[in-house]
Every structure is written in structure tokens, then in C-alpha cells.
């Protein structure tokens, strides 16, 4: 029986579509920038479009990003009857590793979070065993990041958010403390090396394909996998907080030339630098049971996976090629496995992922105005 592939569109996510007003909404941010003139501020015009925002405040370079957690919280739901456990914990991990890991790309390290949790009505918070494990979450992924907690909000939508559901997002502020320190990609060359950090599994990206996959599966979230997990269980392992590997590079005097965060558009991001580079790799992570078990079943061939997954790879430092050997040292001395696993060449800009036969080009990612 041949079964009809399953990608991300089909999914309800159509990147096509979102994309478009990204564009558009960056070329409106960008005509703001002046207002900054009238307190003094500048913004480094150069991380429009990157992941993070910075702003120069008397030479103090301060880093801002917001992001949501999307729709993990649907699955900590549906998985807690065969579990026992809210997950809470774990999702809020993913919320702060959404903005966290965003914020680490532009060289920042983060000072501060803020919860943006909004519920579909005043009832969600009678459940005590959910609450307490947000906030324990939450409060545990700020320790790991050594960063402060500042506060949030928490507002009831009834009529906005679904009863019953939550919508969680995260803002965070970083500080940057040189110039020399801003990792912009103004330092990205051809003969580069390419480290790629594991992920931990889906991580909060492509969780609406996972989702709708449940539909062809008898046993729903219930189905084992290959490491004996339940399908559902293993969708909720945190997304990795790459913080830590970044502060013990700064620490080791190590300023990587470029970072990419592997989230939504998958290996596709890999070539977010606007300059026209070619990123060639010749090793590729093993990929996590949960990841294998989505291409297999939802039928999605490598381009596909790779273009809207992580595959084993959550982020990606471009650095010096007598430097890769030693970051990927230290990233595993911070406790995530990591691999160099490519080279920056001269050429169009694409990635070219050789042990695959795989390769994005310029036209598969549209992130800029």
C-alpha cells in the first residue's frame, strides 16, 4: 500500500504563505529604526533579519528577542493520560530554549526572562500539578541559562485561545559585552568550518507535522518507537538550552564567525547569512528515534525531512578551521555532543548535504527583506 507523503503544508504550516508577511513586516520595523535617534540609541542595522535584535545604548550593546513555544503544549496534554505527568516542565524549557537559543546567535548572553502565558480562560490555573510544573520548569531552565526571571504576564482569552489551552511565549534581553563579540557573520569566509550541536529530538519545530501524523497511527501517541518509547513521550523531551556551550566558547577567548539556530525551515537555515556562500557538509548527526519514526511514517523523503526538521542537528557554529576540533571539545565538555561536520565555500549560496544527496538553494529560503 503506498502512502501519501505527509509534509509540513499539509500539516496546516505553509511557510510560503507566513513568510511573506515576515518580509513585510521587517520592511516596516526597518523604517522605525530613526526613532531611536531621539534617545540617543542606535540599532547595529545589520541584525535585521538575523534572530536577535541590537540596539547600541551609549556603546552597550543590548540584545532583545521574542518568540512562542507554537503548539507542544497540545501534545503535553494529549500525552499526560498515558503518562501521569503534565510535562509542563519540560515545555517550559522549550519556551525559553525558543528565545535563548535565538538571542545566542548574535554573540549575546542573556540576562533576562520574561513569561507570556495566556490561557483560554481563568479555569486552566485550577490545576495545581500543571502550574506547579510550569513554574518549576521554568524557574529550572532560567538556573541552566543564569538568568533572571523579571516576570510576565498571564492574561485569561477566553474567546481567543481555545478553553482549555495555553499559549506560551518567552522575551528575553542579553547584553553583548564588545563589539568584538557580535556575531554577525562579518567574519564568515570560505575554508570555515561548519560544528553542528545535537538536538535532543523535535525540539518545538515541527510539532504540527508530528501532530497530524497521529491520525494514521492505531495507537495514536501510544505507538512505541525505536528506543522503546511511547511516540508521545518521546515528542516531549526539552529542547537543548545551547547557552551553556556558547558561554564556555566565549570563555576560552572563542568568538564564533556565525551561529544559525536550527528551528522552523530545518538545514534550510544554515545558509540565513545573506552572503552568496556554499555550505557543504560530509557528516550528518544520527538522527533522533523520534525524527526517524516522523519521515518514516508520515513518508517524506530527505528533502523534505531536512528542509523542515532538525534531524539531529539544533545548531550551528561557524567558526575558524584550526578552531572546530576545539569547539566541538568544548561544546561536549558543556555536555552537548557535537561534530564538524562541514566547510563554508566559495560559491552560490546553498546547502549541500553530500552523505544525503541533498541541497537547499537561495530559493529555498525567503527570511529577509
Sequence with gaps: MTTTPLDYTAAGVDYSKIDPLKLLAQKAARDTSGNLAHHQVSEIAATRGESAYVMDIGGTLIASITECLGTKALLADAVRPLTGKTHYDSIAQ???AMAVNDLITVGATPLSVHAYWSAGGSEWFDDADRMHDLVQGWQRACDTCKVSWGGGETPALAGVVEAGRIDLAASSVGVIPSRD???????LQAGDAIVLLASSGIHANGVSLARKLVERLPQGYATPIGDGRLY???LLDPTILYVPVTEALFAAGIVPHYCANITGHGWRKIMRHPAALTYRFHTVPPVPPVLAFVQQHAAIDDV????SLNMGAGFALFVAAEQAEQVAAIARQAGVEAWVAGTVESGPKQVVIEPLGVTYSEGDLHLRA
Design 94 to 96: 522549550d519556551t525559553i
Design 181 to 187: 563579540r557580535l556575531t554577525l557573520g562579518d567574519k
Design 232 to 234: 508521545g513521550e518521546a
Design 304 to 307: 523534505e525531512a531536512y528542509g
